[in-house]
C-alpha cells in the first residue's frame, strides 16, 4: 500500500492530536501522534484497502450486469416473425 503524503500524514497527526484533546482530555505531542499514525496505516490499512476492493469489485460487477443487460436489449431478431 501506498504510503502517506507528508500533507496526509500532518492532517491525519492533527486530527489525532485533536481527538485526544477533545475525547480524552490528554496533550499527545507530535511524535506520539506520529507513532500511533505509524501504527494505524500498518494495522488498519490494508483492512481498510480490502474493503475498498471489495466495494468496488462489487459495483463494478453491478456496472457490467447494467451493461450486459443493455447490450442484449439492442439485439436484434433474426429470421422471419413467428406466425400465430
Known sequence: MK????????????RVQE???????EEIG????????DYMVK??????YNKAIHDAR???EQKVMNLDEDLLSLEKMS???KRS
Open 3 to 14: 504510503s502517506l503524503t507528508k500533507e496526509e500524514r500532518g492532517y491525519v497527526m492533527a
Open 19 to 25: 481527538y485526544f484533546e477533545l475525547e480524552r482530555d
Open 30 to 37: 507530535e511524535l506520539a501522534a506520529d507513532q500511533l499514525v
Open 43 to 48: 494495522e488498519l490499512g490494508p483492512i481498510v
Open 58 to 60: 462489487q459495483m463494478v
Open 79 to 81: 429470421g422471419r416473425p
